[in-house]
């Protein structure tokens, strides 16, 4: 290590202190590092996962020895003076701290790692974490699912979706990922996709539990959060932008055919609704299930719904308006592409050497095997044949979170590791299909699974199937933390189904709801809305002339705001700064470190959604800066404001230093 090196990095009496930060602290009550071997038990119900682990050894680990070398320091730990595992702390060229952790005696499986916590400290991250910002007070475990339905064991939807093996909880997500951020301004990044559980409810110390071994731990600090927020996208990757052609306008989620699609596109536009895009999931054909209305997953245009469907995709073109479709990794058992396959030996395969058929509701589907080079190649070549070649300009690359953990993969690895690998495995085949096309910049797909690679390989997130209902851990609200929590750990890019999807055990959709959220979506990225599980069932804004015209002003808003929203998602691929920032990223405010029903889009527009019905006004907390409301150009101070929201006043405000300042007047006169 270099002079300086070694003044931010130190052991003092067992307390491993990195830039002034206290990491590790060895105490005899107080083990920074556990070993233990167990045996788990996984049980999986259409995407829904019940993780069990049954202990048959754990042991506290105590310092045997500290050694410093030239460039590291390493720490051998054991018990009862026996060497079990040595932490090697190693600063890299980029002043990052690698702590490498090796097994010296026996077969453990289990890891426990401690680091030093303080009793006011905020922990933001794991992933996509949908009820919680800040994670501290709660443990999370990081295992790739459904988020299921309800997601909070005290509610009646919850209850009710528990019967069927569909419920959720705080903690469920399609996107975990062991790396956080501290409010002591470091991050944490476990190189792992084994099973974790990180603990955040002590008051002295955080707890990360490993179901293996993880290759290395990394940290690096900052002297606030932007930056800190940058150097780890710099580690994890970085998004590559957005085409321009999604700064046009809505792009609507429409079902039932070309005729169909084309008269409803005709009935908004004529209430001045902006479209950038139709996206038609059943592009491929449907199948009716007791969920609702699902697709038939044979990859190829059903033409009794849309004849003649490149031809049709090229005359939407060239009126200004982009097409885009739906695809996921897995292939249904009774078609024609299965069957294929099957014959080339491209699917997971259960312990018998058969194709392992997955559940997804009422219909089984072989999974495909991307550990297997040429199975990878050629779901990558279908996207590129029966997608890209066909003329679509974008689609949603669903599922990734239902990789079993008792399939047989072609390069035999475990399932149990590759199991939460598994979303950036399939965003990898998406991105090399795209990177491959000679107009790659102007394609488009999202996605709702996720893990360590997605920041780079996933071009952007959606909130996965939220409920249509105004609920704080399964609806609109929800959204906020999603991309608040995946945005501080480099996915910089997300958005949500406006108007919501799920609709299950008697939540429907209002056309209230799906007001709402067309204004929160007008300062997001991507403007997109969906007809839900159960469109029949539920308000859609084309059946509606005042919801139309709402939604008509939204969509101008969201092309008024497109030269800010450019600068916006230029920070996201540059830096890697999410375009929804938390307000503690540059807010020093204890109300700031906690908020997770604001956010800030960009640097200079601060957003406050109404979530909940029936409201004429909202409070509206302003941290400390000089505030303009969007909409009556009235100067605001930090605090808690009770603010006027009607219908199409979302509330929203601007800084008034901000160098968008005319462009934000100009946007305040859309009413």
Not at 310 to 337: E, H, M, T
Not at 482 to 493: E, K, T
Request: with cysteine; aromatic share 14%; charged share 20%.
């Amino acid at each position: 290590m270099t002079t300086d090196q070694l003044q931010q990095l130190n052991i003092i009496q067992d307390k491993l202190v990195y830039h002034q930060i206290v990491l590790f602290n060895q105490l005899t009550s107080f083990p920074l590092a556990s070993l233990g071997r167990g045996t788990a038990s996984v049980q999986m119900h259409r995407g829904n996962f019940e993780m069990r682990d049954t202990l048959s050894e754990k042991i506290p680990l105590q310092t045997i020895k500290i050694t410093q070398n030239k460039s590291d320091w390493t720490l051998l730990l054991g018990h009862e003076s026996i060497a079990y595992l040595s932490l090697k702390f190693l600063l890299s060229a980029q002043d990052r701290l690698v702590v490498t952790p090796t097994i010296l005696k026996g077969n453990w499986n289990r890891l426990w790692l401690r680091l030093n916590a303080q009793a006011n400290e905020q922990i933001y991250g794991c992933g996509e974490q949908l009820s919680y910002f800040d994670l501290r007070g709660h443990h999370f475990p990081l295992w790739s699912s459904e988020p299921g339905i309800g997601r909070n064991k005290h509610t009646l939807t919850t209850f009710q979706a528990d019967q069927e093996h569909a419920g959720g909880d705080y903690y469920t997500t399609n996107y975990p990922e062991a790396t956080f951020i501290s409010s002591q301004k470091y991050y944490c990044h476990a190189d792992t996709y084994t099973y974790a559980d990180f603990d955040f409810r002590a008051p002295d110390h955080h707890e990360l539990q490993f179901w293996g071994i993880p290759t290395k731990l990394t940290f690096e600090t900052a002297t606030d959060f932007e930056s800190l927020t940058s150097k780890l996208s710099r580690l994890l990757g970085r998004t590559r932008g957005l085409p321009d052609w999604t700064n046009n306008g809505v792009i609507l989620g429409l079902q039932g055919g070309t005729k169909r699609v084309n008269e409803i596109k005709t009935r908004l536009e004529a209430h001045g609704v902006k479209i950038a895009g139709l996206w038609c999931q059943d592009w491929e054909g449907v199948r009716m299930t007791s969920f609702g209305k699902r697709l038939f997953w044979d990859w190829q245009p059903d033409t009794s719904l849309y004849p003649n469907l490149k031809d049709q995709i090229n005359a939407w073109r060239q009126s200004g308006i982009r097409f885009l479709g739906y695809i996921n990794p897995y292939v249904a058992s009774d078609s024609a592409l299965f069957k294929i396959g099957t014959h080339n030996g491209y699917f997971a395969k259960n312990k018998a050497g058969d194709v392992y058929l997955v559940d997804f509701g009422e219909f089984n589907c072989g999974v495909v095997d991307f550990t297997n080079p040429t199975a990878f190649e050629w779901f990558k070549q279908l996207i590129q044949q029966r997608l890209i070649n066909e003329g679509f300009a974008g689609w949603m690359a669903d599922f990734g979170e239902y990789l079993p953990t008792d399939v047989v993969l072609f390069d035999h690895s475990d399932p149990m590791a590759r199991h939460n690998q598994w979303p950036v495995l399939w965003a990898k085949c998406n991105y090399e299909a795209v990177r491959a096309s000679p107009n790659a910049d102007q394609l488009l797909y999202f996605m709702r699974a996720g893990a360590t690679g997605s920041q780079h390989y996933n071009q952007l997130l959606w909130a996965g199937d939220q409920s249509v209902n105004w609920s704080r851990d399964d609806g609109l609200i929800f959204t906020i933390p999603a991309a608040l929590s995946s945005g501080l750990i480099g996915n910089s890019l997300s958005h949500s189904d406006i108007g919501g999807y799920t609709s299950m055990y008697g939540n429907v959709r209002t056309k209230e709801l799906f007001m709402r959220w067309a204004e929160m979506a007008a300062f997001t990225p991507i403007m997109r809305t969906h007809e839900g599980n159960r469109p029949d069932q539920n308000f859609q804004v084309y059946d509606d002339p005042e919801a139309m015209n709402h939604l008509a002003k939204c969509t101008d808003w969201f092309v008024t705001l497109s030269p800010y929203r450019q600068a916006v998602v230029r920070d996201a691929v540059k830096l890697g700064l999410p375009a929804q920032r938390p307000l503690m990223m540059y807010y020093d405010d204890s109300q700031a470190m906690r908020c997770q029903s604001e956010y800030l889009f960009g640097r200079d527009l601060l957003v406050a959604p109404v979530a909940q019905p029936a409201q004429k006004t909202w409070p509206v907390f302003l941290p400390d800066d000089q505030w303009v409301h969007l909409w009556s150009g009235k100067a605001y101070g930090s605090g808690t404001h009770q603010v006027a929201a009607p219908l199409g006043q979302p509330p929203v405000f601007y800084r008034q230093q901000s160098p968008y300042t005319k462009l934000f007047q100009t946007l305040g006169g859309l009413q």
